[in-house]
């Protein structure tokens, strides 16, 4: 079962998936800020393990289809086109939650995901270390 | 104590924070994609929680800086300049992870944080939630 925010009726207690809450505005998507481009970037998260698995574009119209069908779709910077994430592989993310950040400019999507998220078939994307070379402490 | 990725050596095992390593390649600081701004987006996610904390920019400069100095060096796109991430609040972001996704194009930053992320106080700032709109499963 999905449990979508309107359902929830939360107001400032903490989330199913942990993330604080405040009171839901509904002229919030109205006033996302989309940028030269149109687009917005989305970060996903999967709701049970909280892996940051991916991050990608929406334009409004990716995000409306989001919002609506309750499975991820964004907006492909390389094709140019309407991206259902999963319609081939199957590894289709089923949203929890979209939440937007304090500057209207970023969203964080949480989800199930079916299968690798990503085309590598690992897990996340986020798959490269960086080499630190602070000090330890 | 931060453990680094260099101290680790790890290879196709997971680290202290739940990701997969990969063997790490030395030449990936310098194939990393950067925007036609020179900028690439991070993510902050908290190590302990996993919760993500907020989305920032990042030049070379702020990266080098990231990585060298233990703390979060952002490059401010509405003040044009490099901005250590709690200089001024003393919210601190200690630095455990820096990871590049699959295409080096998005970086994830996994950290310890010293008091609330966002400007709001808000722990997170993802704290905006938008309307789903589908159908419950």
Redesign the interface.
Known sequence: ???????EK?KGHE?MT?????E???G??ASLKFDANGLI?A?V?EAG????L??AWMNRESLELT?????TVFWSRSRQKLWKKGETSGCLQ??R????????D???VLVDQTGPA???G????????????????
């Open positions: 079962m999905v449990v979508g925010i309107q359902r939360t989330s942990g993330y604080q809450h405040t839901f505005q509904p919030e998507l970037p970060v998260q393990t909280l892996a940051v991916m991050v919002l609506k069908t309750g499975y089923r949203v939650e979209v939440r937007a950040d304090c500057d209207a970023t969203l964080l990503c085309h590598t690992s897990t996340s994307c986020f798959f490269q270390p960086l080499p630190l070379t602070s000090p330890e402490e």
